[in-house]
Structure formats: structure tokens, C-alpha cells
């Protein structure tokens, strides 16, 4: 594997990271208000659907993913049929399998933070006037945005490490699906190209470390401020 593979394997790593990442965050804050604020029938069932990635194996859920988007699955057949859109197989198969196994812990570490804000300054807010959009933008958004910050880490070094869903419903396609994991399953399976695995191992530790290192941090500066407003009785 020569550097120029080596740079275009982690380039498309990193995009297919960022894009789930961006397309997963709106979407997990809107679910973690719903279900934080919520009051409605199949709330458990919900919850439970959203954590099934977390239990799943890899490849059941890259199956299910096809089943569901592939050129002749419930939806992809439509998607195909009336658009001419083939999901499966393609960098935005790669994207899709890496938002729906990282989705759920964005989910629980956005959920953790929202449910530590303090709902007397919500209340206090409504006292004088403000509506729910104003009362989000202007508080909840700023008290939970560390753990908003952490999730995104944490999705995004998922996503840069997710295999079996994208073997399933993605391929191995290089140049379009092939990341990191892909590209050092197929080295492995070449003798004599163990270095060059080796080489995309270490590139991977070394943006897991540091997305956890963030995250540490960032977990740490959140329950220090939150200890900081309960010692100042906020």
C-alpha cells in the first residue's frame, strides 16, 4: 500500500465520520427532547429501538439495513423504482450503516446532560414570558452543549470504526466504501501486507485515543461546572 492509498483510505474514513456525525446530531436532539419531555404511548418501545444498534451484531444490522434500503428492499425498491437512487453499495450506504450504530450513543450522552439541567431556570424562564423555543435556544441549548460536544466525539470515533454493518450493506468497495477497518480486513488477507495493516491500526488508535481523550475532558469540565451552579445554589 503505497502513501497515496494510504491518504485517500483515511480521507474517506474521515468523510463518511463527519457526514454521519453532522446528519446524526439534529436528529438525536430532537429524539433526546422527545423523549425527555415527552409524555406518549410507546415511549419504552422507542427508547428500546434506538438502543438496538447498541445490542445487534454489526452484520444483523447491516442486513437489516439492506433489507430495508437495498435496490430490492421495502424502501430502496421505491427509492429505485420512482428516482432511479441506489442507496446500497455506494459511500452513502457507508455513511447510513455508520449513523445508525453510532446513533445511540449520541443519544445517551446528549439524554445525560438534558436531564441534568436544572428545570427550576425553565420554569423561571416561562414565569417571565418566554416561550419553549427561546427557553431551548437560550438555556437547555448552552447547559447541555458539552455533552451535545461529547457525543459528536463519541459518534464520530464509532463511525471511524464501524466494520460489520458496512461489509453488509456497503461492500468493500475501494474508493467508495473501503475505510480503515475494510481496507485492513482485505490487507490481512494478502501475505506479506501485515505492515501495511499495522500502519492503518496505528492511524486508527490514534484518532480513537484522541477522540476518547476528548471526550474524558470534555466529561470532566462538564461535572465541575455543574458541581460549581450547585455549590452557587443555581
Not at 132 to 161: D, E, K, Q, Y
Amino acid at each position: 500500500m503505497n502513501g497515496t492509498d494510504v491518504i485517500d483510505t483515511l480521507i474517506l474514513s474521515l468523510k463518511v465520520g463527519l457526514l454521519a456525525t453532522l446528519f446524526n446530531l439534529p436528529a438525536a436532539l430532537g429524539t433526546v427532547y422527545l423523549l425527555v419531555n415527552g409524555r406518549f404511548r410507546g415511549k419504552d418501545i422507542l427508547e428500546g429501538l434506538i438502543s438496538l444498534p447498541l445490542v445487534m451484531p454489526p452484520v444483523t444490522t447491516g442486513y437489516v439495513l439492506l433489507f430495508l434500503l437495498g435496490k430490492r428492499g421495502l424502501i430502496g425498491s421505491v427509492l429505485f423504482s420512482l428516482f432511479g437512487w441506489r442507496i446500497a453499495f455506494t459511500t452513502a450506504a457507508a455513511v447510513i450503516a455508520s449513523m445508525t450504530v453510532s446513533f445511540p450513543l449520541i443519544v445517551r450522552s446528549i439524554r445525560l446532560s438534558m436531564e441534568m439541567v436544572d428545570v427550576r431556570l425553565e420554569r423561571a424562564a416561562m414565569t417571565l414570558g418566554a416561550d419553549r423555543l427561546s427557553i431551548f435556544l437560550r438555556i437547555t441549548l448552552p447547559l447541555i452543549l458539552p455533552g451535545i460536544i461529547n457525543g459528536a466525539v463519541l459518534g464520530f470515533a464509532r463511525s471511524m470504526g464501524e466494520f460489520g454493518a458496512t461489509m453488509t450493506f456497503a461492500g468493500n468497495i475501494k474508493g467508495a466504501t473501503r475505510t480503515i477497518p475494510l481496507s485492513v480486513y482485505s490487507l490481512l488477507q494478502i501475505p506479506g501486507r501485515e505492515r501495511d495493516a499495522a500502519l492503518l491500526v496505528a492511524i486508527s488508535l490514534i484518532v480513537s485515543f484522541g477522540a476518547m481523550f476528548l471526550s474524558s475532558r470534555l466529561n470532566r469540565k462538564s461535572h465541575y461546572r455543574q458541581e460549581r451552579r450547585h455549590v452557587s445554589g443555581i
